[in-house]
């Protein structure tokens, strides 16, 4: 599974991701993780993500994430 991790929310204390595993792009935020002086920790938050991807891979083998449908063109 392939990840890209977005920019820091500092308001929210997250992280924008991107999941992608063949068709399937699935997006969310993840809680980021800080170091003890309050400031953004990017080596510990791509940890995280690595670990959320487990479950999200998880879900997309068990058909819980699918490829989203494409979107119809409204009827006149």
Known sequence: MQTTIGKFDKDKRTVAVSFIEGDIIH???VNACLD???AYAPEAT???V???AL???A???LGVIKASE???EPEA
Do not use: C, M, N, Q
Request: glycine share 10%; no cysteine; proline share 5%.
């Open 59 to 61: 879900k997309i083998e």
């Open 27 to 29: 997006k969310r935020d």
């Open 46 to 48: 791509a940890a995280r």
């Open 50 to 52: 690595a670990k959320v």
């Open 70 to 72: 494409p979107e119809s």
């Open 36 to 38: 003890d002086a309050g």
């Open 55 to 57: 479950g999200v891979a």
